[in-house]
């Protein structure tokens, strides 16, 4: 119940604190937005918005990392107040005046941090983050819905096909296993292995299952027998 409660405060905590940058973000006043939402992160987290955009994401969801378990919870806050920071960049993106370089600086910078957001709420939802918490599922699509246009890391293509597993959308799975393939093609990390794994366990599921994911079992072993040429 203490946990519960804790948890319940820094997220209402938190949302006065979006309160507050989303009506600073109206008024154009983004440093001052920017400002609360990493006077927030110090006061929960003891981190700021420099440090959790200047590491690689790995690095940052080790940070969370408490009696040798990730605090999925507290890492879907983080990745709320990222995303929050990405609306801002945006929106100084708009402000009418600025030189073309500053304007496509802005949107460099924002959708850098959406993306961000994006590989820490699938990583939460993966292992084990209450979805309804700050309704994270719905987050998750519309980020991709506003990234559809760009190449998402490989990193983030792995968790995007998990979390597609996890929701029986096995189809979309694969199209994102698929894409980490190719993108991680020439990078230290291979995804291979987990893909294999990947449809041994779509081996193990009825077809029907399959079927209504989308994905029927000839496709499975299609898709098996591919990544084993």
Same mark, same amino acid.
């Given at each position: 119940?203490f946990?519960?409660? $804790? ?5 209402e ?5 979006? %309160?507050?940058?989303? #009506? =600073? ?10 400002s609360e939402?990493?006077?927030l992160?110090?006061?929960?987290? %003891?981190m700021?918005l420099?440090?959790?955009n200047?590491?690689p994401?790995?690095d940052?969801?080790?940070m969370?990392r408490?009696? %040798? ?16 920071? *990405?609306?801002?960049? *945006?929106?100084?993106?708009?402000v009418?005046g ?7 600086d802005?949107?460099?910078? %924002? =959708?850098?941090?959406?993306?961000k957001?994006? +590989?820490?709420?699938? $990583?939460a939802l993966? +292992? &084990?983050?209450n979805?309804?918490?700050?309704e994270a599922p719905?987050?998750v ?5 506003? #990234?559809?246009?760009?190449e998402?890391?490989?990193? #983030?293509?792995?968790? !995007?096909?998990l979390?597609?597993?996890?929701? &029986?959308?096995?189809?979309q799975?694969?199209?994102?296993? $698929?894409?980490a ?5 020439? !990078?230290?990390v291979n995804y ?6 990947? $449809? ?5 599921? @009825? ?5 209504q &994911?989308?994905?029927?079992?000839e496709?499975? @072993? ?8």
């Amino acid at each position: 119940m203490f946990r519960k409660d $804790y948890l319940l405060r820094m997220i209402e905590e938190m949302t006065e604190a979006i %309160g507050k940058a989303l #009506t =600073l973000r109206q008024q154009r006043k983004h440093t001052e937005a920017l400002s609360e939402l990493d006077e927030l992160l110090r006061r929960q987290f %003891g981190m700021n918005l420099s440090l959790l955009n200047s590491l690689p994401a790995e690095d940052v969801i080790e940070m969370f990392r408490f009696r %040798g378990i990730i605090e999925v919870d507290n890492l879907q806050q983080a990745a709320r107040l990222i995303e929050e920071e *990405a609306y801002i960049y *945006a929106e100084k993106a708009r402000v009418e005046g600025i030189s073309d370089q500053e304007k496509q600086d802005s949107e460099d910078e %924002g =959708l850098t941090r959406l993306m961000k957001s994006l +590989h820490f709420y699938l $990583y939460a939802l993966n +292992h &084990g983050a209450n979805p309804r918490l700050l309704e994270a599922p719905e987050r998750v699509e519309s980020i991709l819905e506003q #990234t559809k246009k760009y190449e998402l890391p490989a990193r #983030t293509e792995k968790q !995007l096909a998990l979390y597609r597993e996890q929701q &029986g959308r096995y189809d979309q799975a694969e199209n994102s296993w $698929y894409r980490a393939l190719q993108v991680g093609d020439g !990078l230290p990390v291979n995804y291979r292995d987990e893909v294999r794994s990947f $449809y041994e366990r779509l081996r193990k599921l @009825e077809d029907e299952q399959l079927e209504q &994911g989308g994905l029927p079992r000839e496709e499975v @072993e299609e898709g098996l027998a591919e990544l084993t040429r």
